[in-house]
């Protein structure tokens, strides 16, 4: 059964650190993407970073050179590890797996989606 299993969300203050973790099971983690997104009431869900299987890595503009997005083999687990954060970067974080699809954003079209983990960041 696909799944997507966040954690590492909490409350950190502005300026601080966090690494979120997205473990996959079955053929999930294999995916030709794997996506961190995030959304907060009343805005639309915004994409993060992503890291395809063909090698490309990409960020969205607002993280770029604060956030890192990596994969652990190993453990069939996808990171993002976020530094220097600040109050704008309050929201839910979700992982999602996907598949080609050059009419999505970042050609990655997400089939199957985490349940969420909650950064909030303080000022």
């Known amino acids: 059964q696909a799944q997507l299993v966040e954690s590492g969300g909490g409350s950190v203050q502005a300026g601080g650190s966090l690494t979120l973790s997205c473990a996959a099971s079955?053929?999930?983690?294999?995916?030709?993407?794997m996506t961190w997104f995030r959304q907060t009431p009343g805005k639309e869900r915004e994409g993060v970073a992503i890291?395809?299987?063909?090698?490309?890595?990409r960020y969205a503009d607002s993280v770029k050179g604060r956030f890192t997005i990596s994969k652990d083999n190993a453990k069939n687990t996808l990171y993002l590890q976020m530094n220097s954060l600040k109050p704008e970067d309050t929201a839910m974080y979700y992982c999602?797996?996907?598949?080609?699809?050059?009419?999505?954003?970042?050609?990655?079209?997400?089939?199957?989606w985490g349940q969420g983990t909650q950064v909030t960041v303080s000022s």
């Open positions: 890291i395809r299987s063909d090698g490309v890595i």
């Open positions: 079955g053929d999930t983690y294999n995916s030709y993407c």
């Open positions: 999602a797996a996907g598949v080609r699809d050059l009419g999505h954003y970042w050609s990655c079209a997400a089939r199957v």
